[in-house]
């Protein structure tokens, strides 16, 4: 979906506090559009500019040994490959992050996220704007269509909730009790809620920027090396954003990757460290006086003038 605007609500009367158009005008002030999706759409777009047989699935990678040439790769299914670098790209729960650095749990922030996809059959005949995140001090949550034809709209919320006492990163939630959280919000939030028979919840993790990204033939990328809240939508645009530059670099680099990897990073870790300090705080286009957003969608991976690698991580949270 083009949307129209991304429109900020206050929580209760509804006020719109701001109104940023996009449809049209993200074409010409970025150079490209802005545009929700389902997940699956997404990946299965990623998927078919692949060439035929690079994904095997079902291979859970537990550990890996660094030889001469070549990098031993270890499955859980006794299986093992070689290859000549390997990409951490595996997520906030990275095993290759913590063969780089070493065990630490990514940190619980004390919210969770519900998730919940609804027909819009179930509406009748009723219209949300295209994206609207409703804020309230405490809590929010984000509506927008997923389906190029409107035909499904997809909410996420912010809820603190002190304790995550679960094993698994989602579990299973009740609709009722996020009914009960938003209780007092607006109509328009209250009639999308009620129409919400299910809903996964999700402990919202992150970790604190840091700086060792890369070591010889191995290297990461998204939330292997940057998690944060999803509170400004940017995560998997961020992994996105990695991975053309690391092509960028090792590109430019065709041989010496180690290389090319210390210079993917410094070009990468303080744009990232940024974007999890603004997700953390989450007033990132709340209000149209305070908002600009030009860094985030003004940024252009492939003219980015290139870092030189010994520059260090500058943006201090
Ligand atoms: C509630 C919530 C809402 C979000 N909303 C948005 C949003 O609106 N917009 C946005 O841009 N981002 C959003 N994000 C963030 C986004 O999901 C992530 O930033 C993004 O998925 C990161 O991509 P990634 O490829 O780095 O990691 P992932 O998408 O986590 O992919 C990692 C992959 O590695 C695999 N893997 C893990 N360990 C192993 C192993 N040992 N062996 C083999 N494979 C392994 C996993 O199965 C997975 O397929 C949201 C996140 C959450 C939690």
């Given at each position: 979906?083009r949307?129209?605007a991304f429109?900020?609500?206050d929580w209760?009367?509804?006020?719109v506090?701001?109104?940023?158009?996009?449809?049209g005008?993200?074409?010409e002030?970025?150079?490209?559009p802005?545009?929700t999706?389902?997940?699956?759409?997404l990946?299965?777009?990623?998927y078919?500019?692949?060439k035929?047989g690079?994904v095997r699935l079902?291979?859970?990678?537990?550990?890996?040994e660094?030889g001469?040439n070549?990098i031993?790769?270890f499955?859980?299914?006794?299986?093992r490959?070689e290859?000549?670098?390997?990409?951490?790209?595996d997520?906030?729960?990275?095993?290759?992050?913590e063969i780089?650095?070493?065990p630490e749990?990514?940190i619980?922030?004390?919210h969770?996220?519900?998730?919940?996809?609804i027909p819009?059959?179930r509406?009748?005949?009723?219209?949300?704007e295209?994206t609207?995140k409703w804020?309230?001090?405490d809590l929010?949550?984000?509506?927008?269509y997923?389906?190029?034809?409107r035909?499904?709209?997809y909410?996420?919320?912010?809820?603190p909730e002190?304790?995550?006492?679960q094993?698994?990163?989602?579990?299973?939630g009740?609709p009722d009790?996020v009914?009960?959280?938003?209780?007092g919000?607006?109509d328009?939030?209250?009639?999308?809620?009620?129409?919400?028979?299910?809903?996964?919840n999700?402990a919202?993790?992150?970790r604190?920027p840091f700086e060792l990204?890369?070591?010889?033939?191995?290297?990461l990328l998204?939330?292997?090396?940057h998690?944060m809240?999803?509170h400004?939508?940017?995560?998997?645009?961020m992994?996105i954003?990695?991975a053309a530059m690391?092509v960028?670099?090792?590109t430019?680099h065709?041989?010496?990757f180690?290389?090319?990897f210390e210079v993917?990073?410094?070009?990468?870790r303080?744009?990232t460290a940024k974007?999890q300090?603004?997700?953390?705080?989450n007033d990132?286009l709340q209000?149209?006086e305070?908002?600009?957003?030009?860094?985030?969608?003004?940024?252009?991976?492939f003219?980015?003038?290139?870092?030189?690698p010994?520059t260090s991580?500058?943006?201090?949270?």
């Amino acid at each position: 979906v083009r949307p129209r605007a991304f429109v900020s609500r206050d929580w209760d009367t509804g006020a719109v506090t701001l109104d940023f158009a996009l449809r049209g005008v993200a074409e010409e002030r970025y150079g490209a559009p802005y545009i929700t999706a389902h997940r699956g759409d997404l990946q299965l777009a990623l998927y078919e500019a692949l060439k035929p047989g690079s994904v095997r699935l079902g291979k859970l990678l537990r550990n890996i040994e660094l030889g001469g040439n070549a990098i031993d790769l270890f499955f859980s299914d006794g299986t093992r490959a070689e290859a000549d670098v390997v990409i951490g790209a595996d997520g906030v729960h990275s095993r290759i992050r913590e063969i780089l650095l070493g065990p630490e749990e990514p940190i619980y922030t004390g919210h969770v996220a519900h998730r919940s996809i609804i027909p819009m059959e179930r509406f009748d005949g009723h219209v949300f704007e295209d994206t609207t995140k409703w804020w309230h001090p405490d809590l929010h949550i984000v509506v927008y269509y997923i389906t190029s034809n409107r035909s499904h709209i997809y909410l996420v919320s912010g809820v603190p909730e002190p304790e995550w006492p679960q094993d698994e990163w989602a579990v299973a939630g009740d609709p009722d009790a996020v009914r009960a959280a938003f209780g007092g919000f607006h109509d328009e939030v209250q009639l999308l809620l009620s129409r919400c028979t299910n809903v996964v919840n999700w402990a919202i993790l992150e970790r604190k920027p840091f700086e060792l990204w890369a070591e010889g033939p191995l290297v990461l990328l998204g939330d292997a090396c940057h998690p944060m809240k999803p509170h400004m939508g940017q995560g998997a645009a961020m992994a996105i954003e990695d991975a053309a530059m690391l092509v960028r670099c090792m590109t430019q680099h065709p041989t010496d990757f180690g290389y090319a990897f210390e210079v993917y990073a410094a070009n990468r870790r303080d744009r990232t460290a940024k974007v999890q300090h603004f997700s953390h705080n989450n007033d990132w286009l709340q209000h149209a006086e305070t908002s600009n957003p030009d860094w985030v969608f003004g940024y252009d991976v492939f003219t980015e003038p290139l870092l030189t690698p010994n520059t260090s991580l500058k943006f201090a949270d």
